[in-house]
């Protein structure tokens, strides 16, 4: 057989580069599958100086494609002339680490692994360690026309920091850095903004503070008025770690402001980054000093129109109380725990009453039977009987918290009340709060006081009402 132009010898790759751009995938994954047979055929000379720059030009193609050329360059080395020539096999799979698909790039690293033994020591210093000089590339990449593979360099600059070290870091990886946390798409910026505390964090401790505030300080300062929400969240869930990173006088003198800014910011998701992140500076220099504007901040997403944004403040509540205090929390914020309580979304309420609890364990029974206490059971009487009934949600969840003695004097009574209430409703969840509560209370109590009154309740015209106090009366082995 001969090719076009009648000369044999150059059959192979005319026939080869013919089934490469064939449209079957097929085809083109049985060529290469046989590049040892056609490399054969052509010889060491023309596999060097045809075959491999042909393959190095044209890789792009199927993942499958790709990935069966990775197997095979790895077996190579004599069908290119021995350890002596297997350095021109690294060109195509250089190329082929570099691809975008995962498994390529591993099988085209395991063959260069395998070939990396065949290299004599000058080979592998002139030609193969070159490829570990991962900076142009980097550069390039950073730098790169695609947001994709910006966002890809940003999202891993940990990574690389940790793998390039100190020298690297501060000659290539700052000024990079501070490249992508100005990136034109917000991606971008957002990938970079993300990584700010770890990328400071890992910096060389001698030069840490100097390059934090001279090159990366900056950048910071503009995106905390980033005109992309998704960008200002990012950073406000990492910005307060830097405290802990420059100390007390560099935190009060250029942070301060900047979380300040943030606690004002319109989007409520940089406001409660920031919020959930308060422990980092209060470490540093106590929460007073964000006091002023972190009420305001707080009452504005308490009563967010989002009651979801409501509702992750309230997950937030007992870390803010344990870090402001109970006297400011007493004087600020318990009035809202409280205004939560009747919120007109039931997640809302129920958030409210798990707050409680954590409330009394963190300030003890007595803060909560002089603060917490007296207005849960004012609600008894709301002519409301959802708000009636988050008060029997509130005692089912405070009794063991506040105690037997409590329980007994202030909550039972107001149990045993409700269960006079015109609504079938409040009444059955009467008996499921004397069910819940009856392992706090001593025995003459559950007697005395409980027992009839469930009694009472098992004979009620409502169904459901029924069902539950024979039920309590039975957990409770009252019978």
């Known amino acids: 057989m001969a090719g076009a132009d009648g000369d044999d010898s150059l059959y192979p790759i005319a026939v080869l580069i013919d089934e490469l751009r064939n449209e079957d995938v097929q085809l083109r994954l049985n060529s290469i599958k046989k590049l040892s047979t056609i490399a054969l055929a052509l010889g060491v000379e023309r596999t060097r100086t045809e075959l491999l720059p042909f393959l190095t030009d044209t890789i792009y193609d199927e993942d499958e494609v790709l990935l069966a050329l990775a197997e095979q360059l790895g077996n190579f080395t004599m069908l290119v002339g021995g350890p002596e020539y297997v350095h021109c096999l690294l060109p195509p799979l250089e190329s082929l680490a570099t691809v975008e698909e995962t498994v390529v790039r591993d099988k085209a690293v395991e063959s260069l692994r395998k070939i990396s033994h065949e290299h004599s020591p000058v080979d592998l210093e ?67 903004a993300n990584k700010v505390k770890e990328f400071c964090e890992n910096l060389p401790e001698d030069s840490r503070e100097t390059i934090i505030m001279t090159h990366i300080l900056p950048c910071v300062k503009e995106l905390v008025s980033d005109t992309n929400q998704h960008v200002k969240s990012a950073l406000a869930s990492v910005i307060m770690g830097l405290s802990t990173i420059l100390g007390k006088d560099n935190t009060i003198e250029h942070l301060l402001p900047l979380f300040l800014a943030q606690l004002k910011d ?94 009394v364990e963190k300030f003890g029974a007595e803060w909560a ?103 309590a009366i039975s957990v409770l082995a009252l019978a």
């Not at 026309?145 to 999202?155: E, N, Q």
């Not at 980054?273 to 106590?286: A, P, T």
């Open 126 to 192: 002139v030609h193969f360690e070159p490829l570990t000089l991962v900076m142009p590339t980097l550069r390039q990449a950073a730098e790169d026309k695609s947001w994709r593979v910006r966002y890809m360099v940003a999202d891993k600059f940990s990574e690389l920091q940790k793998a390039v070290g100190p020298e690297i870091t501060k000659n290539d990886l700052v000024p990079a850095f501070q490249n992508l946390l100005k990136d034109c798409e917000a991606e971008v910026r957002a990938a970079a």
């Open 266 to 359: 319109e989007c409520p998701e940089v406001r409660l980054n920031i919020i959930s992140n308060l422990d980092c500076v209060n470490e540093v220099i106590g929460i007073r000093q964000l006091s002023q504007s972190l009420l305001p901040a707080i009452v504005e997403l308490a009563e967010d129109a989002k009651w979801r944004v409501r509702l992750a403040i309230i997950e937030y509540m007992p870390l803010l109380a344990g870090q402001l205090g109970v006297e400011f929390f007493d004087e600020k914020l318990n009035s809202l725990c409280m205004a939560w309580l009747v919120d007109h979304v039931y997640a809302i309420r129920e958030a409210a009453t798990c707050n409680l609890t954590k409330l």
């Open 369 to 471: 039977q002089n603060t917490i206490v007296p207005k849960v059971l004012g609600m008894a009487n709301d002519p409301n009987y959802l708000h009636r009934m988050t008060t029997l949600f509130c005692i089912n969840a405070l009794s063991e918290a506040c105690g037997q003695e409590i329980t007994t004097k202030h909550m039972l009574p107001v149990v045993l009340k409700m269960s006079n209430d015109q609504v079938a409703n409040v009444r059955f969840n009467v008996a499921k709060s004397l069910q819940k509560i009856g392992p706090v209370l001593d025995s003459n109590s559950l007697q005395t006081e409980v027992k009839p009154v469930l009694e009472k309740l098992a004979a009620d015209q409502d169904i459901d009402v029924k069902y539950f106090a024979q039920e």
